[in-house]
């Protein structure tokens, strides 16, 4: 299983941003799969996540109402929208897929990772 994460990039405060991330597999739309991010010096820390058909999805308290996660099987990739970024939002992010349909916020539940994308946000 591979996942490619993309879009990350250098924006400003409040401005939007959207990230990607491709799977090989198109098993995967049987899974739930999520965002981390870790900013430097910290530890990978949970950001969002949806189910296998999208109807569930849980968020961190940090991104909730700015964030927007959903996932399209038909094309085997996931999104994360981000609006009203801020500058603690720059980070490194990783998608990961677990091997399960329900969601979970726990990262050591994920098995699969993608290489992650930087965000950055400038103030």
């Known amino acids: 299983v591979q996942l490619q994460a993309s879009g990350g990039g250098l924006v400003q405060t409040g401005d939007s941003l959207r990230l990607s991330c491709a799977a090989s597999?198109?098993?995967?739309?049987?899974?739930?799969m999520a965002w981390f991010r870790q900013a430097p010096g910290r530890e990978r820390e949970f950001v969002a996540t949806?189910?296998?058909?999208?109807?569930?999805?849980r968020y961190a308290d940090s991104v909730k109402e700015r964030f927007t996660i959903s996932r399209d099987n038909a094309k085997n990739t996931m999104y994360l929208e981000m609006n009203n970024m801020r500058p603690e939002d720059t980070a490194v992010y990783y998608c990961?897929?677990?091997?399960?349909?329900?969601?979970?916020?726990?990262?050591?539940?994920?098995?699969?990772w993608g290489q992650g994308t930087l965000v950055t946000v400038s103030s």
């Open positions: 949806v189910s296998r058909n999208a109807g569930i999805t």
């Open positions: 990961a897929v677990r091997m399960s349909p329900m969601v979970t916020t726990s990262e050591r539940n994920y098995a699969y």
């Open positions: 597999d198109t098993t995967l739309s049987n899974y739930a």
